[in-house]
């Protein structure tokens, strides 16, 4: 199921076949280096988060989703909302070949808009480490506001909202 398309990309649910290549995105270390506890991921545990997102959007209508290339139907990685601390939090990861394209920008612009525009989130809050410049950078230009500083993982995360009041 199509979610929204930008000029590059194709924001989608999730498919079986998406396991593997979301297997390899993040048995990267440099990819997980600012998700959780920092570690690489399993393919069981790559599996079992598409499972989930499948099963949540079935449900819902929204989760983390698909994000594709566009030009050759790879996936990229995700961008999408997901429950976490009683928060709404947006977020994305994305396969290392991809980083510094714009496509994070590209994607969470359009996904942020599709929240506010069909879902009708009140609230999205997005996070990140302070050390995760990248992600930051993304967050302020998507028009985020900072609203708080706080402690995750022996870490300092910086949290940013949107309201849609």
Not at 17 to 31: E, M, Q, R, S
Not at 121 to 150: D, H, L, T, W
Request: glycine share 6%.
């Amino acid at each position: 199921m199509l979610i929204v398309e930008t000029v590059r990309l194709i924001i989608r649910s999730w498919d079986i076949d998406d396991i593997l290549p979301y297997a390899n995105i993040v048995a990267d270390p440099d990819v997980m280096q600012f998700i959780g506890n920092g570690l690489p991921q399993t393919y069981p545990e790559a599996e079992e988060y598409i499972l989930k997102c499948i099963t949540q959007i079935n449900r819902k209508g929204w989760a983390r989703f698909a994000v594709e290339i566009k030009t050759t139907g790879e996936l990229a990685g995700f961008c999408g909302f997901a429950e976490y601390n009683n928060e709404l939090d947006f977020g994305w990861r994305y396969a290392k070949k991809h980083w510094n394209k714009g496509y994070g920008t590209e994607a969470a612009m359009a996904v942020l808009e599709t929240g506010i525009k069909r879902f009708h989130f009140p609230k999205i809050v997005c996070m990140a480490y302070v050390e995760n410049k990248a992600s930051i950078r993304i967050i302020e230009k998507i028009g985020m506001e900072f609203e708080k500083y706080f402690i995750l993982n022996n870490r300092k995360v910086i949290q940013f909202v949107k309201w849609n009041l």
